[in-house]
């Protein structure tokens, strides 16, 4: 099996994301945590999709390098736009992310790190 085509578990129905969503400038519908994806209801393709993503970005930087370029991504947006939404919507990971939720074969097709070097 290829790194590609490795899937997260799903969790529905989750707290997690409810009470995440209090520390967030966004309402939290579902997170992928290392190989868990917590969502707040019942997953849809489209939300699965997008966590994938993400999941795959995890992969990508060991885990640890995603949080780092996260957090990085997020204070240098929220720095240049002042607005919490705007930082989180303009992190790399998550143009990525929302790029692709609904491109059908996106994962199979995917480049690795090329969102590394989105702006």
Known sequence: MKISELKPIFIQNSKVPILLSYLAPINIGAIT???????RGEVS????QHETIHFQQFLETLFIGFFVL???D???????????SLAYYNIRAEK????HDETEDYLTVRRRWRWILWK
């Open 33 to 39: 945590l290392g190989f868990i994806v917590f969502s």
């Open 45 to 48: 393709p489209k939300t699965r």
């Open 70 to 72: 996260y957090a990085y």
């Open 74 to 84: 997020y204070i240098k947006n929220y720095i240049n736009y002042r607005d919490g």
């Open 96 to 99: 990525e992310a929302y790029q």
